[in-house]
């Protein structure tokens, strides 16, 4: 089998490699991928460093057409990339392929950016002074990622770095290294200089950890888990580096007693169990007022039972497997204290087999949960849901910001004044009304709030925040 090497300082490298398996279905290895060491990482951060110059000050139609390029390679890949997305993450095909498309409309979004790029020329308060505000790259960006979005989060810090002229460490989750590879390969081919994008693929603890303490890495973005964010911070800090920070979430889906039964239980649906719930804008906290409460929960029921889960790549599948046996084993645990905690498990939650061994679970709703049990405030990441019955709106909003928490939040409703003030009220970066949690745009900012992001927002026009340094320079005329 090829291996899929490292590439520092614009060769493939590396020997050992790490077999890549698919969840759907354990005996079939979608690849060897090599394994980066710590002196590895320390080589392309090296390399980083020695090619920032020339590429920091590279012309913008430089960088539009290599971006560009990527975007049409990626769109015309979908079908071959979706594919092999879903056989190492376990999403379905259908989503596979959909991550893929959000994947190149980001590359095309910010290949237009980088013709975009502009200053402001102001007055100064004293007469004959004039102010010029530019941007100008961050340096040496550290490019970390989680294994659920295996494509869509690598292009959405990709493409913002390259387009605003910064060099890029990026080290993929060990578990998802494929589409990685894959981007990184169109990149290097569309013509990138030599040690612009080093790509470290290896264990976060080794690769990430010798990232996180080197002085020459001037920016780091993270999506992950909370705990490991805390680290890049701590490290950052001490470093004195810019860093964001994407991390967990526990999001509400509110449903009030004037909602649409059908767009609230489809919203739900969605919210909770699809890409098997691993989304960090899922909501596996659905609060529902009490006058639609029992009409909800048997919909939901009904609705839960039409899904289909199996290997990923199977026409007709809802729900692919979870990701590994590791978070199974977190799912069923969940599962277990969630009826230890007295909450009721009304429909789901068994691990099932199919006809090849994958980690299939049926996806699991809790009724009579209260706010306080640790289902509801402990991120799971898995295809498990409870319903928290409220009295009112007033509760449910109270109930939806008792969090530790603020990605996402959403709310199922007909009422106009409870959608504006669910708006303006709900504590979390995004907001959905009659709409899934989960499902944002490409070109609009991401992020959230509280213990869930840090810094600046990702992606669209914001992503500048991050990826560039602000200076502000005074002539006298
Ligand atoms: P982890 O925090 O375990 O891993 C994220 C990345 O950090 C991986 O590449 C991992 O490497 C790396 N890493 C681990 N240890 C270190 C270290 N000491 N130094 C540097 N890097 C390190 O998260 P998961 O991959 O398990 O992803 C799931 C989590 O991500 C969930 O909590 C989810 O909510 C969150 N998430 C948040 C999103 C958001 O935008 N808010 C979006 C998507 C996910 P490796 O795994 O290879 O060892």
Same mark, same amino acid.
């Given at each position: 089998?090829?291996?899929?090497?490292?590439?520092?300082?614009?060769?493939?490298?590396?020997?050992?490699?790490?077999?890549?398996?698919?969840?759907?279905?354990?005996?079939?290895?979608?690849?060897?991928?090599?394994?980066?060491?710590?002196?590895?990482?320390?080589?392309?951060?090296?390399?980083?460093?020695?090619?920032?110059?020339?590429?920091?000050?590279?012309? $913008?139609?430089?960088?539009?057409?290599?971006?560009?390029?990527?975007?049409?390679?990626?769109?015309?890949?979908?079908?071959?990339?979706?594919?092999?997305?879903?056989?190492?993450?376990?999403?379905?095909?259908?989503?596979?392929?959909?991550?893929?498309?959000?994947?190149?409309?980001?590359?095309?979004?910010?290949?237009?950016?980088?013709?975009?790029?502009?200053?402001?020329?102001?007055?100064?308060?004293?007469?004959?002074?004039?102010?010029?505000?530019?941007?100008?790259?961050?340096?040496?960006?550290? $490019?970390?990622?989680?294994?659920?979005?295996?494509?869509?989060?690598?292009?959405?810090?990709?493409?913002?770095?390259?387009?605003?002229?910064?060099?890029?460490?990026?080290?993929?989750?060990?578990?998802?290294? &494929?589409?990685?590879?894959?981007?990184?390969?169109?990149?290097?081919?569309?013509?990138?200089?030599?040690?612009?994008?080093?790509?470290?693929?290896?264990?976060?603890?080794?690769?990430?950890?010798?990232?996180?303490?080197?002085?020459?890495?001037?920016?780091?973005?993270?999506?992950?888990?909370?705990?490991?964010?805390?680290?890049?911070?701590?490290?950052?800090?001490?470093?004195?580096?810019?860093?964001?920070?994407?991390?967990?979430?526990?999001?509400?889906?509110?449903?009030?007693?004037?909602?649409?039964?059908?767009?609230?239980?489809?919203?739900?649906?969605?919210?909770?169990?699809? /890409?098997?719930?691993?989304?960090?804008?899922?909501? /596996?906290?659905?609060?529902?007022?009490?006058?639609?409460?029992?009409?909800?929960?048997?919909?939901?029921?009904?609705?839960?039972? &039409?899904?289909?889960?199996?290997?990923?790549?199977?026409?007709?599948?809802?729900?692919?497997?979870?990701?590994?046996?590791?978070?199974?084993?977190?799912?069923?645990?969940?599962?277990?204290?969630?009826?230890?905690?007295?909450?009721?498990?009304?429909?789901?939650?068994?691990?099932?087999?199919?006809?090849?061994?994958?980690?299939?679970?049926?996806?699991?709703?809790?009724?009579?949960?209260?706010?306080?049990?640790?289902?509801?405030?402990?991120?799971?990441?898995?295809?498990?849901?409870?319903?928290?019955?409220?009295?009112?709106?007033?509760?449910?909003?109270?109930?939806?910001?008792?969090?530790?928490?603020?990605?996402?939040?959403?709310?199922?409703?007909? /009422?106009?004044?409870?959608?504006?003030?669910?708006?303006?009220?709900?504590?979390?970066?995004?907001?959905?009304?009659?709409?899934?949690?989960?499902?944002?745009?490409?070109?609009?900012?991401?992020?959230?709030?509280?213990?869930?992001?840090?810094?600046?927002?990702?992606?669209?026009?914001?992503?500048?925040?991050?990826?560039?340094?602000?200076?502000?320079?005074?002539?006298?005329?």
């Amino acid at each position: 089998m090829t291996l899929h090497q490292n590439l520092i300082a614009g060769e493939w490298v590396g020997g050992d490699g790490v077999a890549n398996i698919n969840p759907s279905n354990t005996d079939d290895v979608v690849g060897e991928y090599a394994r980066a060491s710590a002196e590895d990482a320390k080589a392309a951060i090296a390399a980083a460093k020695a090619a920032f110059p020339a590429w920091s000050r590279s012309g $913008i139609l430089e960088r539009h057409a290599i971006l560009k390029k990527t975007a049409d390679e990626i769109l015309a890949r979908k079908d071959e990339l979706g594919r092999l997305l879903s056989r190492e993450e376990g999403k379905t095909l259908a989503e596979g392929i959909g991550e893929t498309v959000r994947a190149g409309q980001i590359f095309e979004f910010f290949a237009g950016e980088t013709l975009r790029l502009a200053g402001e020329v102001v007055p100064s308060v004293r007469p004959g002074i004039g102010v010029e505000i530019t941007r100008e790259p961050a340096g040496v960006v550290g $490019i970390i990622t989680p294994w659920n979005f295996p494509i869509a989060i690598p292009a959405w810090k990709l493409a913002p770095a390259l387009c605003y002229g910064n060099t890029i460490v990026f080290k993929p989750a060990e578990l998802v290294p &494929g589409c990685s590879w894959a981007i990184v390969d169109i990149l290097h081919r569309a013509g990138l200089p030599k040690g612009v994008l080093n790509l470290v693929m290896g264990k976060g603890s080794v690769v990430g950890q010798a990232m996180l303490d080197s002085p020459d890495v001037q920016a780091i973005t993270f999506t992950g888990s909370t705990a490991t964010g805390k680290r890049v911070a701590v490290a950052s800090v001490e470093h004195n580096r810019k860093y964001q920070l994407e991390m967990g979430g526990k999001n509400p889906f509110v449903v009030l007693d004037d909602a649409d039964l059908s767009v609230a239980v489809e919203a739900a649906v969605n919210s909770a169990f699809f /890409s098997t719930g691993q989304r960090c804008t899922a909501s /596996s906290r659905i609060i529902v007022t009490e006058g639609i409460h029992d009409r909800f929960v048997a919909a939901m029921g009904e609705r839960i039972k &039409g899904l289909v889960v199996d290997d990923a790549l199977k026409p007709g599948t809802h729900i692919g497997p979870v990701v590994d046996q590791s978070q199974l084993n977190q799912d069923t645990d969940y599962i277990a204290i969630g009826k230890q905690e007295g909450a009721k498990l009304a429909f789901g939650g068994e691990v099932i087999s199919r006809d090849t061994p994958g980690f299939y679970l049926q996806p699991a709703l809790f009724t009579e949960a209260t706010n306080e049990m640790r289902i509801s405030r402990e991120e799971i990441f898995g295809p498990v849901a409870a319903v928290i019955r409220v009295k009112d709106y007033d509760e449910a909003l109270a109930v939806a910001n008792d969090t530790p928490f603020g990605l996402s939040s959403g709310i199922a409703t007909t /009422s106009l004044k409870h959608a504006t003030h669910f708006k303006r009220n709900a504590e979390a970066g995004m907001v959905m009304v009659n709409l899934p949690t989960a499902g944002v745009d490409f070109h609009v900012p991401f992020g959230g709030r509280k213990a869930s992001s840090y810094g600046p927002r990702e992606q669209g026009k914001y992503a500048a925040e991050f990826y560039t340094n602000v200076k502000t320079a005074y002539t006298l005329a």
